[in-house]
Nanobody, 125 residues
Framework: EVQLVESGGGLVQAGGSLRLSCTAS????????IGWFRQAPGKEREGISC???????NYADSVKGRFTISRDNAKNMVYLSMNNLKPDDTAVYYC???????????????????WGQGTRVTVSS
């Protein structure tokens, strides 16, 4: 069974940093792109970053220069390093498996077939 488990969320002060982790199982991990999404209360789920099977990356404008996605295929894990966090970054963060090896630039949620349960990030001012 395909499973994705996010961890690393928590409460952080504005300007601080967190690293989120996504642990995957149940599929050939290095064959697929993996995305990170977030959803704040009352808002639609937003694609923020994706990493392709070849390691190429894509970022939403809202996080460019602050967030870094990476993957460790030996561990079946994907990470999202978040720096200079802002209150607007407060959301539940999800990782998801893309249907393909490479990411689409628009980070369209319907391309992603499997999702984790999410980890909550709260940024205080």
């Amino acid at each position: 069974e395909v499973q994705l488990v996010e961890s690393g969320g928590g409460l952080v002060q504005a300007g601080g940093s967190l690293r989120l982790s996504c642990t995957a199982s149940g599929f050939t991990f290095d064959d697929y792109a993996i995305g990170w999404f977030r959803q704040a209360p009352g808002k639609e789920r937003e694609g923020i970053s994706c990493i392709s099977s070849d390691g190429s990356t894509n970022y939403a404008d809202s996080v460019k220069g602050r967030f870094t996605i990476s993957r460790d295929n030996a561990k079946n894990m994907v990470y999202l390093s978040m720096n200079n966090l802002k209150p607007d970054d407060t959301a539940v963060y999800y990782c998801a498996v893309d249907a393909f090896r490479s990411c689409l630039a628009n980070l369209w949620i319907y391309e992603y077939d499997y999702w984790g349960q999410g980890t909550r990030v709260t940024v205080s001012s």
